[in-house]
């Protein structure tokens, strides 16, 4: 195959993956849009608490799209049809499963993530609503999430935009139509979401039979439980799911951290995330391309195959970090009087220029080499990473030595941001250089399994 093969298959999985991935946050701004027409700032406030406490409970089941992914690639590399039967029935009954117990315990899990996360009195009573609404969705976007990514790893991102694309769809028009024609008022916007999330695990199903195209989609039930198989798929995910959590305190910390500093700073440093969070999209593209095409030639034990893929996606890797670099070093002003009309929040964040200019340079590889270890399914190694790397963004956020001893404060915003870039340098430069005594001892076991 040559470069310009390599190339088009690359674009052909990223393309749609980058799509879906700035559809995402249209679920959360749709609620928002709807929320500040009821008339009071109240329902503001509970849709951006409520959507907080959410997020922190399904990105830790962020490894249901990730191990699924790598699992289904390398079954498919390796023609192993059975396989990827297997990872698909398994991945889907953990999402149920999971999505049952979130219900079954929704009241104790709002009591402490209301506790963790905090919201005033008077919006309380609104936050209380949309939670206990929105988690009966909770099975539905957990299967989603787990078809999603069994979609990728079978090399497929168009069934998956397709999914996202719609569940925006269906969000936004049953949204509105329970708001206002219904008159169902804030409550509305929760089940409007909530149906949408069921629908897209329909569509999501449709999108699973198109590509088989009449061909078997689940494995029969005693295969389900099968030893080896299933230790494996239990060991991936439970360390993509620690690799979750501890990404989500690093997250959390930041706020902490800027809260610390007073509002204007956490103005400043929320504005200062969407240029990471934009970043992402695009880079978590390409991270997707790198856990379908190198998991499928880990699963094929093809080395030649999986160098070229790994050789040409660290050059796409180069160029989307230089490109968003210098287009963030150009247009700081132009973006940010888009995101905020606050002169102190603006000037705070010009101010932060230089770190907002190293975000994608230091953060790209963070991205790339997180989809080549989902991609060999060597996820124990990400997660140490994440723990070591998150153990630096802590130190360095909080914590200062000086002819005092050790004390925690944090000083300024530098301290924050600089944490944070050494966190994802980190994460970058240990599985960069893990990688290659890494591949080799997972390409010898490919090999010998084939």
């Not at 139509?177 to 629908?199: Q, Y």
């Not at 660290?314 to 230089?322: D, E, N, Q």
């Not at 590889?365 to 124990?380: L, P, Q, S």
Request: net charge positive.
């Amino acid at each position: 195959m040559n470069k310009n093969n390599i190339n088009k298959e690359i674009l052909r999985l990223s393309l749609p993956a980058i799509v879906s991935n700035i559809t995402v946050p249209l679920l959360g701004l749709c609620d928002t849009a709807i929320s500040g027409h009821l008339g009071s700032e109240m329902f503001l406030a509970a849709i951006a608490v409520g959507s907080v406490m959410l997020n922190v409970v399904f990105w830790l089941f962020g490894f249901l799209r990730m191990g699924t992914t790598g699992l289904t690639a390398n079954a498919f590399g390796a023609g192993d049809d059975e396989g990827v039967r297997k990872v698909f029935s398994r991945a889907f009954f953990l999402a149920i499963a999971a999505g049952v117990i979130l219900i079954l315990f929704r009241y104790p899990l709002l009591e402490l993530l209301s506790a963790v996360v905090g919201a005033d009195k008077e919006v309380e009573g609104f936050v209380e609503d949309y939670f206990l609404i929105r988690i009966w969705g909770a099975p539905a976007l957990l299967g989603v999430m787990a078809i999603s990514g069994w979609l990728v790893g079978m090399q497929s991102t168009f069934y998956p935009m397709v999914i996202a694309i719609s569940v925006n769809i269906v969000n936004i028009i049953s949204s509105f139509l329970l708001v206002f024609p219904a008159r169902m008022g804030f409550p509305g916007v929760a089940l409007g979401t909530l149906i949408s999330n069921w629908v897209g695990l329909v569509i999501a199903f449709l999108c699973v039979l198109k590509l088989r195209k009449g061909q078997k989609v689940w494995c029969r039930r005693g295969e389900l439980l099968e030893g080896d198989g299933l230790r494996r798929f239990f060991s991936v995910n439970s360390n993509l799911f620690v690799r979750s959590a501890c990404i989500i305190c690093v997250t959390m910390g930041v706020t902490a951290a800027g809260a610390r500093l007073g509002t204007l700073t956490l103005a400043v440093n929320v504005v200062v995330m969407q240029f990471f969070q934009f970043f992402s999209f695009f880079m978590d593209g390409f991270a997707f391309s790198g856990e379908a095409l190198i998991g499928r030639w880990y699963g094929a034990a093809d080395r030649g195959m999986l160098t070229r893929y790994f050789k040409a996606l660290l050059f796409w890797t180069a160029g989307m970090a230089l490109f968003f670099s210098a287009i963030y070093t150009l247009g700081i002003k132009p973006v940010t009087e888009l995101l905020t009309d606050s002169g102190n929040v603006r000037e705070g964040v010009e101010g932060m220029w230089i770190w907002i200019a190293m975000i994608p340079i230091v953060s790209a590889w963070a991205f790339i080499y997180d989809g080549f270890f989902v991609g060999i399914t060597d996820t124990r190694r990400m997660m140490w990473a994440t723990i070591t790397a998150s153990g630096v963004f802590f130190l360095l956020a909080f914590v200062r030595i000086n002819g005092e001893g050790i004390r925690i404060s944090v000083e300024d915003n530098t301290q924050i941001w600089s944490a944070f870039l050494g966190y994802l340098f980190m994460r970058g430069a240990f599985l960069a250089m893990a990688w290659r005594p890494s591949l080799r001892r997972r390409m010898q076991l490919a090999e010998s399994n084939r």
